[in-house]
């Protein structure tokens, strides 16, 4: 494979993947964005829940998240605390079927907390238990998908390996909520900057 | 706010993100993106450098590093063994200038290793010590951009606040890297399947 | 309470926790000792398993393992590869009944690995599973221990709460497993020293 | 090597390390466990900071910090916020040496927060930068290690290699504070069972 080649592959990956996270916009309910932020904003307290990169995409909200100045936990790290009535679980998983997470999610569930599912697949485990149901990384044809996929003369799949468009979809409409919670808090960037971690 | 209002602002944030994700691939370099290739398949070993969210982006690309078969390793974690001649270490910093990213970069520098440099920032420290440089996550403007955002009436700084556009722009570019190196290396997704984490 | 009082409790704490070990030591049985060294020194990759505090006992013994040279991943970070026949668990759980843990290890098994269990509670499912099982950090009646609770006017338990004496005695068991594997494999602290992280 | 001599080394090696952990106690200076405990309970917040098994020796003393009910956080962990003045450091490094450490150390320091050093090198500079210091793993000789030692012909070295006896003793120095906090908090075993994670 030339030099070009490559070139040629790791930009067309990109635009696909970008292209991917605008298209995402479209599939989007209204309703179950707006549920997403109530949620958030009425929880005594927020835990993130995710695997694998899954997991890591729930890291980047879950920072954010603490920013903003919510009470706000990774489920595995050191001083996560228990859960109750009144929390919530926001739930990852491109398959929604990853074991650990939806065991997981079932305990909380029954100890009282509300739970956002964001999967990629609206009939899986994680997305029955849900709350509130966020459906994102779907492989959407379009025309230009199409033309950057010839160009690569691989597969669609190859351009973005197993979860990949999930994960970058996730993490995008994650941003997305963190945007409309700063308009509805009054939250300029300078109060996020303050509660960034100064030992890092 | 109004529900529409909110919804209307994630739905900009995500669009702003994604054309933000199409328009970095005119800013890369071609040698520069061969190299980073070049390195990464003649490292001995690989270190991937990061703290808060930019770790995060670099442990998702070192994930799909392991299920390529390549020998990596995410500093701070419990089994990451000594740097050594011959070894690679992969930092990913939007300022730069973070503390303990640039001391551990020139700790691995110091011991033999080669080093990539991914930031928003050609003038910082992780900048100039490195061995290739790749640039993400300068803000372009376009006219679209400027649509997006005098919609939501908002910067746009409050759309994507902190590092969030440096972080999304490198993930993708590191799953770019990803496609190229399935493509030279002749791995297809089942490849990469069987080498996940079976107890995740 | 009285700073005299205070100070009292930390040092009556600490002793009783070393007597603790050291009574532990009389518990062990040899042939299993000898088991857990065996199925470390033949296994292709070893994964260390646990959840909370014992997660952490476990990720201070992967770190040693790495040190001495062995293939050890600890589950949950993110360069953990899938489980194949002839790999290892060592699985660290004082109630042996932690859910995520013990589905891990029974997925673990199904795939062909081998497990050792350490675990203060033998008729635990973490113990039923194991091939190798090592019970730890029950609470041994002494005369000098009576002394020391009755010293603090408080119970065993709260000089010591929750799992806190199975955590320590597993976590000087597994160093004593590294000790002996020091020995058999003609290993000296320069040795490890050479392979410890020199980014950290 | 044979079977009993490996069972051997592995005995000595646990009675050795309990011995230690006994001898530390009157290594203690009473009011400096007083200091520790005072800092403590005053601080607005709690950061522990260390790197490798000293970290996860942090780690675990957090986690029951977290179950008393303190506000404490893991430097390096997602959610860990800004340090402010009033803020308390717990550093943990055995030789005090640590770069990174003790780098987030004096900015921690320069940020207002007050500093429980935790090392075996009371001449460190983790140790210059404290305003409570702990020394604890110092190597004491007693008739009794000797003779351990002699029985497995190793050096006193080969049966606690590198910082084992520090981080071992640390813990459980650590944990004999939380029995104290306990005393003085009046908090019962029940008490940090509800506050232990219900997801893990």
């Known amino acids: 494979m030339s030099k ?11 635009k696909m993947m970008g292209a991917h996270v605008i298209n ?7 309703d179950q964005v707006g549920a997403v932020i109530d949620h958030i904003l009425s929880a005594r307290k927020i835990f993130v829940i995710g695997a694998g990169r899954s997991g890591l ?6 920072m954010r998240l603490m920013h903003l100045g919510l ?45 956002i599912s964001i999967t990629s697949n609206p009939k899986s485990k994680a997305a029955r238990h849900a709350d509130v149901l966020i459906v994102l990384g779907k492989r959407v044809k379009t025309n230009e998908m199409d033309y950057l996929e010839r160009q690569v003369r691989g597969t669609h799949r190859s351009l973005a ?3 990949t468009l999930f994960e970058i979809t996730s993490m995008v ?5 963190i945007a409309a ?7 300029r960037e300078m109060d996020l900057k303050l509660r960034h971690a100064t030992l890092e």
Chains 1, 2, 3, 4 share one sequence.
Not at 4 to 14: F, R
Not at 24 to 30: T, Y
Not at 173 to 177: E, K, P, Q, R, T
């Open 71 to 115: 009470r706000v936990f990774v489920v595995g790290e050191t001083i996560t605390p228990a859960v109750e009535k009144g929390d919530l679980l926001v739930v990852i998983s491109g398959s929604g079927e990853t074991q650990s997470v939806v065991d997981l999610a079932k305990i909380g569930k029954y100890l009282g907390a509300k739970m």
């Open 24 to 30: 995402a916009v479209d599939e989007l309910k209204d």
């Open 181 to 187: 919670l700063m308009e509805i808090t009054k939250k």
């Open 57 to 62: 995409v729930g890291r980047a909200f879950a």
């Open 4 to 14: 070009d080649e490559t070139q040629s592959t790791v930009k067309s990956a990109m």
């Open 161 to 163: 390996p197993l979860g």
């Open 173 to 177: 409409f994650l941003d997305g909520i």
